[in-house]
Structures are given as C-alpha cells and as structure tokens.
C-alpha cells in the first residue's frame, strides 16, 4: 500500500467500495440516485437536476430527484430493494402526495395542482424491484410513471469548482460527497476513474476517508 502513488491509493479506495456489498442503507440509497440522474442525464439533454433526497436526507418528502427539462417538471423517487420485496401502494400514494404539494408553488398563477399534475409535473416512481397488484392500480390511476430499474455503472467522482477557482474531487465515501453539488454548466462534472478527474485538473479533497 505505501508504495503505491496517491492516485492508485485513491483508485483502488473505489474499487474497494464497490465491490464491498456491506454499504450502509444510505450509501445504497444514495448511490441508486445518483445512478438514476446518470440516467436522466443521458436521455434528457441538457435537464437541471436537483439531488433532493441526496441534499435533505430524511427531510426528502419523498422527492429523491427534481428534474427539469423543456417546461416540465419530473418528481422522482426511487428504491432500490431486493426482489423478495414487492413496492406497496403507500409509496405510490406518498409519490403523488408530494407531487401535489410541490404544484401548490404554481397555484398562485390561478392554476390549480389537480390541473397540472401529470402534465407539466410528472410523478415518477423508479425502482429496483416489482409493484404490488394494488400498488399497480394506484400508479395507473393516479397517472404515476413507474420504471423498474437496476442498478448499473455510472460516474461516482464529483468533480466540483470552488468559489476560488479550486479545483476538487470527492469519491462516494469521502465526507464532503453528499454535501457537494455538482454544476455542469460551470465545467464541473462526474468522473469515471481517479485519472480522468485528475488529468482534468482536480485534486483529491483535504478531507476524506480512505476505505
């Protein structure tokens, strides 16, 4: 391990996260998120994304992702579970729920959250595993856009800017990552590997945990 250069150590810290399956319920939360707006991003050029889940904890309201893109307004939860679990309609109900309440912003204009929910503002629900047969019906009428999901590669090195013009990377389990947003508009972006985020001119953070 000493031999190795501080990019190797950093690289191989990576490596060792994910193939170590004991992650905490909210790294395998989190990393899910992050997974599904790696996808978002892909089919929808150009979406402003809003990592609410990743930024609020707890205090999500159960919105994991806000995203934007050509007028409309995506409210997304996902879950990333087991297929011994099956999703119940609770959490369908709790999806649209919330997607109603964030409408009530727009209601001010004289638009009603009923008027505008499934148009404008989409509820969608992406996870993992399989609906219940009841939960299924609650999707269907209530208009909520359900996608079964995987989980699959993506970018984990946030590569982010600092109001000095610092240039800093954080890995998945480094203290700053959840906390850290990405702009990419800013030329802030996500990292394959340790290389790409250093040839790019960004360092490791000061703080971090090596695992």
Known sequence: WESLSDREKSQRALDNYNENRRRTNAQVGRDYEEYIAYLFRQKLKGCDITMFGEQKGLADLGRD????????????????????????????????????????????????????????????????????????????RLGVVVHKVPMGDYPQIKCNIGKEGERIYHLPFDQQYNSTLIEHNKGEFMAWTVEEAEKNGFRRALRHYIS
Not at 75 to 92: F, L, P, Y
Request: aromatic letters at 10%.
């Open 65 to 140: 992702l806000i995203v934007k893109h050509e007028g409309k307004v995506y409210i997304v939860q996902c879950k990333r579970w087991s297929q011994d679990k099956e999703i119940k309609e609770k959490h369908i109900m709790q999806l649209f729920g919330t997607t109603i309440e964030y409408c009530w912003d727009i209601k001010s204009r004289g638009v009603s959250p009923l008027e505008i929910v499934g148009k404008s503002v989409i509820p969608v629900f992406v996870t993992t595993t399989g609906l219940s047969l009841t939960a299924n019906r609650f999707a269907e």
